[in-house]
């Protein structure tokens, strides 16, 4: 892995606000001003991929560190495998997200490291919140306030679209494979529906593919487009929103199928 982040080691608030803003920047360079390289170096065909920004202002696509413990936090594992099954800003979002909680991480690990008390971890902090997220930069929300005017040209026609981001959860119902089907009705000898409570118990026959509980009518289920098997939204992390922008879902263990030979 480039960049000497492991030769550096900021021990100020000053210094490690230095070092986030330096990370910051190379991040939002890879996804905007050179979100195509950053694309095409997530190949979904590839093994886990992290993307890792650096205190010199330059990012990289590479592999986690090696090391166990490794020397600082690593970030979001296997962002590639997202890329082809979600519309691309939404997946950039994603990336961006999961970008910003480890800039933070980042940060004050240093904190804890070098002894931060609480006024200088309050100094990073406030530090830090002032410019705006790289989700906000990336998904064009920053318009005030904004100190980065790399993003600014990028990411313009986004800003038209932030509002499709909304859906009323009556409209959740047409998008397909996002709710298990009812179970078929268990048949008495007398070719009658049993009682509502054992037609309830045939619900049992859906589980979570991740934690193996029962299906649930008022949870959001998604299925597996590969396994055909039915997960909580919230295990696999999927809202209904980012479900209606997916076409073609991959559970966390298909996709890790899929990028190995």
């Not at 078929?184 to 979570?208: A, I, R």
């Not at 809202?239 to 263990?253: D, F, L, N, S």
Request: aromatic share 10%.
């Amino acid at each position: 892995m480039e960049g000497g982040a492991a030769q550096y080691n900021p021990r100020t608030v000053e210094e490690v606000f230095r070092d986030f803003k330096g990370r910051r920047a190379g991040m939002i360079k890879a996804l905007t001003t050179e979100v195509e390289e950053f694309y095409q170096q997530c190949d979904p065909e590839k093994e886990n991929l992290c993307l890792y920004g650096f205190p010199s202002e330059q990012w990289e696509v590479n592999l986690p560190a090696e090391e166990v413990p490794p020397e600082l936090p690593e970030p979001a594992l296997g962002i590639n495998f997202a890329r082809d099954g979600m519309q691309e800003k939404d997946w950039l979002s994603l990336v961006a997200v999961h970008s910003d909680a480890w800039l933070l991480s980042v940060a004050f690990y240093f904190g804890a490291r070098f002894g931060f008390d609480k006024a200088d971890r309050k100094q990073l902090f406030n530090m830090i919140n002032d410019p705006p997220t790289i989700f906000e930069v990336v998904s064009g929300t920053a318009t005030k306030n904004q100190k980065e005017k790399t993003a600014v040209s990028n990411h313009s026609s986004t800003k038209s679209k932030s509002n499709s981001k909304v859906r009323d959860p009556e409209s959740q119902g047409k998008y397909p494979k996002q709710q298990p089907p009812p179970p078929p009705p268990v048949m008495k000898d007398d070719d009658e529906v049993e009682d509502d409570d054992e037609e309830e118990d045939g619900h049992g026959e859906t589980l979570c593919g991740a934690c193996g509980e029962n299906y649930a009518s008022d949870e959001f289920w998604i299925c597996c487009d590969i396994c055909e098997k039915w997960f909580h939204g919230k295990c696999v992390k999927i809202t209904p929103a980012r479900a209606e922008h997916i076409k073609q879902y991959k559970c966390p263990t298909c996709s890790n199928k899929r990028a190995r030979p």
